[in-house]
């Protein structure tokens, strides 16, 4: 049973997360970070019961984090109405420039009166005494077994290095270091040596339900079974760790609603999508355009109308062109040194900020501009 559940966005949290996490863990707490990658129908339940046998619930808050919390359907949202609902001893973790919203969902609106702490990476070791000697009230080492710690999405199914004093002052600046779980090999029939084991029967259901997709490239079909084959493993090996059950058709119904149109798309291009949501081209394979990446991206979006797509692709590469003009501009005067941002840091940056703004506006014919807000028609 874990004593502490720790709740964020991962744009702007997820790295006070892992910290949060690294320490209290080496201090004998028992925590349960939230993952993203199990927010999902499959394990929406789990999460939930894990909240409440928790005692503590840390809500980490950067700025913004509570501006989408007007959708009922905002796991954060359901995730603070949980502890609420439970009583449970709710710490909000406030970083720089975060501000309480003016109307938030009645709800959760009891949020506003809770004792919180103010981050401090400077003072990072007088926060977290403050934490645990004032605001917890879970007691260290009282679980006589440390209960498996669960990742983000992009750390799923790895394991955090046993910490030394050394390792907790360089906590301070990055984020705790982890280590992947060994590989397990098998001798089995169509797996390679030093991938993860599946069974033949989700092997078959995977490879089948793949055969679905047009694809006349061999090569490219088996390597996306063995990537599958891995990030079935890794699901099921989160889906144990919290109790709950998946099978392989479950999973199936999961990757289809979220990932066909990058399979898709890789299996005619030539590319795989890993566990952590990076692009890897396979051999032969031409690199992926801007203009590609934004394409297979709209084509996750519930829109049939390639004429409203069309009018998206566009506003996304120009908002990402004058982006890129902006950074280089600031490089030139000094001001901060050029990031290299790539199309992928963007589309991501607008999958976790205004994806379902654009989503309605795609149900409309309607185009925003990415900047100003400013709406007009796809045409």
């Not at 490239?217 to 099921?236: G, I, M, S």
């Not at 919290?242 to 149109?261: C, F, G, H, W």
Request: glycine fraction near 4%; include cysteine; proline fraction near 3%.
């Amino acid at each position: 049973m874990y004593q502490i559940f720790i709740s964020y966005r991962r744009d702007g949290g997820e790295s006070l997360a892992y910290l949060l996490r690294e320490r209290l863990a080496h201090d004998g707490y028992s925590v349960f970070l939230d993952v993203e990658a199990l927010r999902s129908g499959m394990f929406n339940q789990a999460l939930y019961q894990v909240i409440d046998e928790c005692t503590d619930f840390l809500l980490i808050l950067p700025e913004h984090a509570l501006d989408r919390c007007s959708d009922p359907n905002d796991w954060l949202r359901l995730e603070i109405e949980r502890a609420l609902a439970r009583k449970k001893n709710i710490i909000p973790v406030l970083l720089r420039n975060f501000t309480f919203p003016k109307m938030l969902p009645a709800s959760i609106q009891a949020i506003r009166n809770y004792n919180g702490l103010t981050a401090n990476f400077e003072y990072f070791d007088a926060s977290m005494e403050k934490l645990e000697t004032k605001l917890l009230q879970s007691v260290a080492g009282q679980q006589a077994t440390a209960e498996p710690q669960l990742v983000t999405k992009s750390q799923a199914a790895k394991q955090t290095q046993p910490a030394t004093a050394k390792k907790q002052t360089a906590a301070k600046s990055q984020i705790a270091k982890v280590t992947t779980l060994q590989e397990t090999t098998t001798s089995q029939p169509g797996i390679k040596q030093g991938t993860v084991a599946t069974s033949p029967e989700v092997e078959s259901r995977l490879r089948a339900w793949l055969n679905t997709f047009d694809c006349s490239n061999e090569a490219y079909r088996e390597a996306w079974v063995q990537e599958l084959r891995e990030h079935y493993c890794r699901f099921e090996a989160l889906a144990k760790d919290i109790e709950s059950d998946i099978d392989v058709d479950t999973y199936i119904d999961n990757i289809a609603r979220t990932d066909r149109a990058y399979i898709s798309d890789g299996l005619k291009r030539g590319y795989v999508v890993d566990w952590e949501g990076k692009k890897k081209m396979l051999p032969g394979a031409k690199p992926l355009t801007v203009d590609d990446e934004i394409r297979v991206w709209l084509n996750t979006f519930d829109c049939s109308n390639e004429a409203y797509k069309k009018a998206w692709a566009w506003e996304i590469r120009k908002n990402y062109n004058e982006t890129l003009r902006l950074d280089k501009e600031n490089s030139k005067k000094g001001h901060v040194e050029p990031t290299g941002y790539s199309i992928e840091e963007h589309l991501k940056f607008l999958n976790d900020s205004v994806r379902e703004e654009i989503e309605n506006a795609l149900k409309k014919g309607e185009v925003f501009d990415l900047r100003t807000g400013q709406r007009r028609k796809a045409e």
